[in-house]
DNA sequence: CGACTTGGTAAGTGGTAGCTTACCGTTCGC
DNA sequence: GCGAACGGTAAGCTACCACTTACCAAGTCG
């Protein structure tokens, strides 16, 4: 199981997304994330846990609070992967059509 | 919810993610897909039928056979989504390095 | 020290996602 | 037309996942 394949599992929970999407907007400590969020805290926390072992979020701690906020790094990871399942998915269909071309002469 | 999470949830399972996968590199029909992966035909077919709703993938009939590929236009919208989260990141992660140089004066 | 804030962990539960087998529809070649 | 190849759908089962409540640990401030 690569990263990616983590990364991608982990984001496939929705409330999952969310709380990255939120992150991404700079630092936010856990009961911040529950108030805005329809869940418990515990549940916040639970996510966030797996986001970080995933390698999607980072989380420093500030006083009695954790701040937790997107990983730029584990981001560029998925953005790279995904560039390279969109450019062989398209050169797969410019190549079709090139064949398509051919056939009609 | 929008197209992107529905996308991301789809990619959430792992088997999802390699059959994307492997249809990026070109069409294939469902039984060659079943026959590499290592679940039964009718799961495959379950697969990418979530796959099709959710526009990451495409399907034409060709015969007896059904072919089908990656859709590169969903994988443009997921992409552009991806690049915004990090791009997002990246800049909040900018930011608080920029604070910290400050504070350090 | 002692109260309060903040948050991680444990235990337990309900819902659902993914799988299988069985069945049926459609297309092609003889 | 008939049989074979190919694939979608139905029904049912199991395992796991997201959630809750209850509890505990650590830091802060009076």
């Not at 856990?30 to 072992?53: E, F, N, T, W």
């Not at 998925?78 to 398509?100: P, S, Y």
């Amino acid at each position: 199981m690569t990263n990616i394949t983590a990364m991608l599992t982990a984001l496939g929970d929705p409330m999952r997304q969310s709380i990255l999407d939120r992150l991404s907007h700079g630092p936010m400590p856990v009961g911040q994330l529950a108030d805005a969020l329809p869940i418990s805290r515990p549940a916040v926390s639970q996510h966030l846990r797996v986001l970080k072992d995933v390698g999607l979020v980072l989380d420093r701690q500030e006083g009695t609070r954790r701040l937790y906020q997107a990983d730029p790094e584990g981001l560029a990871l998925l953005r790279a992967h995904l560039d390279g399942v969109w450019v062989r998915a398209l050169q797969a269909f410019g190549d079709r059509l090139a064949i398509e071309e051919e056939e009609e002469h």
